[in-house]
């Protein structure tokens, strides 16, 4: 057996990515009991270890001084590590919650009246002949109804006052409450929700330790909320006014959108058009169920075909035009004066000569024998080091886009929630 | 015919028009017609994706299968949003329409909804997100070895990018005048010049290439020769 092994790892030296990942599955198989399911898993012994030539091993996951969940004593040391730290937060936390004067996590808001008064609005002077007088809900300090070309109604049912909340900086709003100023007041609402959010985020940082009760409560509540989000944007913003304004018109008018634009004239094909979505919606939704599935194939139909159609038009357009349009520049590049820019142009020139390279390596696939080949070839490797480059880019980017969120939330819990770090002194 | 012909017809039909609404004038209002039947259909398949997440979370917690808590978790979490946001409970009054209820916005960090988005969403979104920096670090180190000149390409402009864009790039090569001859050797100037230049021409190209891929692709579906997505009986 050890002779079979030593044969693979010789066919796959020169290739890590493939003896990485034969590695990975032979481990598998031991840790998992699938002892029959391939000849190299049935035949290793949990004591051979398969290492590269240059640095141990293959995977990390495979060696078990590294792996907490193959080595019980590094398990222990992790977990009391992050009982350690998490002893150490909740004493920092107890500390800052009841030492400190002002703890930590506290919201202040303003809450102010408003009052809306219903008025006539006249048609503007010069206004086209059609043009009507109407009523309108305006504030009642609106400089229109201060100038006459509004007219407030009288009465009761003209007159609306609501609760309007501004959140205000603690360390103003401790100021302007000790000097009694009672709009000023800590809101528990907001307060609750610092606290909700830093839970959260705790609970989602302690998957760093392993999977865990804590970090699975979080996953659920991500998943319910997610869905439920991005469901209620779909009906509020595209099924009302999309599908169901066209429908019914004057109901949704008076109910939630009192701004929309009814014309009479086109009601009846609005409401015909609106059907077919409607329709197709209904099929969609016989997905759920058990034996009608195939119906939703329709609608299916129609959204692959619709994105077909928009893809097609907008890659071939937005991508593939104009970014063959933007390469094909001035290799020498002059300023106003008509001398060159040498440094815009050796940009202009690599730029040019990244893409072809880039594009010879994608699709000439020729073989790299002959003269021709040999010139594609080299072309080729020289378009593979400007993706390497481009990957390295987007690699790095990537890498600083989520350290800043990785920033973003400890800001937050170091500044929003504990009120350690202020720099701006608003606390 | 139901579910093969009719499916079919209606893939090149939707496809055909919204091409040709591009190329014809006369046709441009059958295309907005068109993407707004599909806009609501994307709403509707919300529903939809709704509809499934109750019907398997339900199923999970009835048959009480292992993990069956959580999904009653992410049930009450679902509802419970849903109710918010679909009846706008709690909704900001409209300024400009404050005596139609409906016209509320539900969206501000004062009405439930609003607050769910800004207290527990988004924080588990950007935190779900930030993990990630742990373990592309903890990837890229295990993975990332430069034993050969792409793999040192890579590397390198990796480093250079996370360099130039950082205060690390004034404290190493600040020294360097901007103005002067060697300016192209400070650490943000070369982070400029590979995004402007090499990597701008890496992207084309592959763009370029991805561009040709789907409007292939897009064709195979409208002209029928990608029947991948219909019904086998």
């Known amino acids: 057996m050890t002779e079979q092994l030593s044969q693979q790892r010789t066919t796959q030296r020169g290739d890590g990515a493939s003896h990485t990942i034969m590695c990975t599955e032979m481990r598998s198989a031991e840790h998992t009991g699938m002892h029959a399911s391939t ?71 303003e809450r102010s009246e408003k009052t809306f008064v219903e008025a006539d609005i006249a048609a503007p002077v010069g206004a086209p002949s059609g043009e009507k007088a109407s009523t309108k809900w305006l504030a009642s300090d609106s400089p229109a109804l201060q100038d006459g070309s509004a007219i407030a109604m009288a009465g009761a049912a003209h007159t609306l006052t609501i609760n309007e909340t501004v959140g205000v900086p603690p360390r103003a709003a401790r100021e302007r409450i000790a000097a009694g100023d009672s709009n000023v007041s800590l809101s528990i609402v907001d307060t609750l929700g610092v606290w909700i959010a830093a839970f959260f985020t705790l609970a989602i940082f302690s ?55 009814v014309q009479p004239a086109d009601q009846t094909t609005q409401f015909l058009l609106a059907l077919v979505p409607l329709i197709l919606g209904f099929m969609l939704l016989m997905r759920l169920s058990p034996k009608g599935g195939w119906i939703s194939v329709w609608p299916l139909a129609f959204i692959i075909g619709t994105t077909a159609g928009l893809k097609f038009v907008a890659f071939i357009e937005g991508d593939l035009m104009a970014q063959a349009a933007n390469t094909i520049i001035p290799l020498v590049a002059l300023n106003d004066t008509g001398s060159m820019q040498f440094g815009e142009s050796l940009g202009n020139l690599v730029l040019f000569v990244g893409v072809l390279a880039v594009l010879t390596y994608f699709f000439f696939s020729v073989e790299h024998k002959g003269r021709l080949g040999t010139m594609v070839g080299k072309v080729s490797r020289l378009g593979i080091w400007y993706l390497m480059i481009t990957f390295g880019a987007a690699f790095g980017l990537t890498v600083m886009g989520r350290i800043t969120l990785l920033s973003q939330r400890l800001e937050f819990l170091f500044g929003d929630w504990l009120w350690i770090i202020d720099p701006a002194n608003i606390r | 015919m139901l579910k093969r012909t009719i499916p079919l017809f209606i893939t090149g039909a939707a496809g055909g028009i919204l091409i040709l609404a591009y190329f014809s004038p006369a046709t441009t209002n059958w295309g907005e017609v068109v993407t707004d039947w599909m806009n609501t259909l994307a709403a509707v398949a919300f529903i939809l994706g709704g509809g499934n997440l109750l019907f398997v979370n339900l199923e999970k917690i009835s048959s009480k299968r292992s993990g069956w808590a959580y999904a009653l978790v992410t049930l009450l979490a679902f509802v419970v949003t849903l109710a918010f946001g679909v009846l706008k409970i709690g909704a900001v009054p409209n300024a400009q329409f404050p005596a139609t209820p409906w016209a509320g916005d539900y969206e501000s960090v004062r009405a439930p909804f609003g607050w769910v988005y800004e207290y527990v969403l988004s924080p588990l979104t950007a935190t779900m997100f930030a993990l990630l920096a742990f373990y592309v670090a903890s990837a890229a180190f295990r993975a990332f070895r430069a034993k050969n000149i792409e793999a040192i390409l890579l590397l390198g402009t990796a480093f250079v990018i996370l360099l130039g864009r950082t205060a690390a790039a004034g404290i190493l090569t600040g020294w360097i005048s901007p103005e002067g001859p060697f300016a192209f050797l400070r650490l943000d100037t070369m982070a400029v010049n590979i995004m402007q230049y090499v990597s701008t021409a890496g992207t084309r190209a592959v763009m370029m290439g991805i561009a040709l891929g789907i409007a292939a692709t897009s064709l195979r579906l409208i002209l029928g020769i990608d029947r991948s997505y219909l019904v086998n009986d």
């Open chain 1, 207 to 261: 998957f760093l330790w392993r999977d865990n009760p804590i970090y699975k409560f979080a996953e659920s509540i991500l998943v319910g909320v997610s869905a439920a989000y991005w469901m209620t944007l779909g009906y509020w913003a595209t099924l009302v006014p999309n599908l169901f304004a066209k429908i019914a018109p004057e109901t949704i008018k008076g109910w939630a959108m009192p701004a929309l634009d």
């Open chain 1, 39 to 109: 000849s190299a898993a049935t035949h290793t012994s949990p004591h051979v270890q398969l290492r590269t030539a240059s640095h141990g091993y293959a995977n990390p996951a495979s060696n078990p001084a590294a792996n907490p969940a193959a080595n019980p004593r590094l398990r222990r040391a992790r977990t009391t590590i992050w009982l350690i730290l998490f002893l150490v937060g909740g004493i920092g936390l107890a500390y800052n919650a009841l030492v400190r004067p002002h703890g930590m996590a506290e919201v202040y808001v």
